[in-house]
């Protein structure tokens, strides 16, 4: 698995991240949302890193003021994990993608996050993959989550909030021994361009790579919390 450089594409996305406010007061902290998608084998492998807190507290496990500890995090695992994973929706072609699997990679990080990989299949050789995130949304104003989608040595910012919950990749198709992609979208859907990053490294799995450009986010907003005092 590929993904884009971790410098580089942690950079992109921590820009993003601390270059807007928060969507609702319940969001303490921010959210990533890191997408690999495999368009030949159908593969779509997701990993969505969120507040612990700012879960605990949406399940009703803690109050406003309350700190979440491991022990309750992992009591409610099983519900954390099925309410995550059902928000989690993912289309190849308007075909829904069928759910492989899902774990945490890690239940409470030292970010004080949430991390839920999943793994989904589709039908191989898509035009489009549609994602969908609509954790924590239930309420007004909704939750935003940012992140980033995959293909090869492509990639497409995302963002995901109450007003798009859903955003669509359109992959790129070989035309003539040329390689183009598509732009396109539908109502309350994102569809972006893409943008090519520096070559990844091999042999890696990608969901470390994701939880290294997670570690770079969490310094550059260390760094900036530290100069702005």
């Known amino acids: 698995m590929q993904w884009a450089s971790g410098y580089a594409g942690g950079m992109m ?14 969001q303490s902290d921010e959210s990533t949302h890191l997408v690999e998608i495999d368009a030949q084998s ?3 492998e997701q990993l969505v890193s969120i ?7 949406h399940m009703g496990w803690v109050g406003h003021d309350e700190e979440i500890q491991r022990a309750r995090l992992e009591e409610g695992a099983e519900e954390l994990e099925s309410y995550m994973v059902r928000r989690l ?3 190849a072609d308007e075909a829904p993608c069928r759910l492989e699997s899902s774990r945490f990679v890690n ?14 299949r589709c039908e191989p050789g898509a035009a489009a993959i549609t994602l969908e995130n609509r954790i924590m949304m239930e309420g007004p104003g909704g939750y935003r989550h940012m992140g980033r989608a995959q ?15 859903t955003y669509v990749v359109n992959l790129p198709v070989e035309e003539g021994g040329a390689v ?14 893409d943008v090519a990053p520096d070559e990844g490294e091999g042999g890696v799995p990608g969901w470390l790579k994701a939880l290294g450009i997670l570690a770079l986010i969490m310094v550059g907003r260390t760094w900036v919390k530290r100069t702005t005092r």
């Open 107 to 120: 239940l409470l990080g030292q970010d004080g996050r949430v991390h839920l990989h999943v793994g989904s």
């Open 42 to 44: 159908g593969l779509v």
């Open 180 to 193: 183009a992609s598509s732009d396109g979208g539908t109502d309350e859907t994102k569809a972006g361009g």
């Open 89 to 91: 929706r993912v289309w």
């Open 13 to 26: 996305v921590a820009g993003l991240v601390l270059g807007m406010p928060a969507a609702h007061a319940h």
């Open 51 to 57: 507040s612990a807190g700012d879960l605990a507290h």
């Open 151 to 165: 293909a090869g040595d492509r990639v497409w910012p995302m963002v995901f909030d109450v007003s798009f919950p």
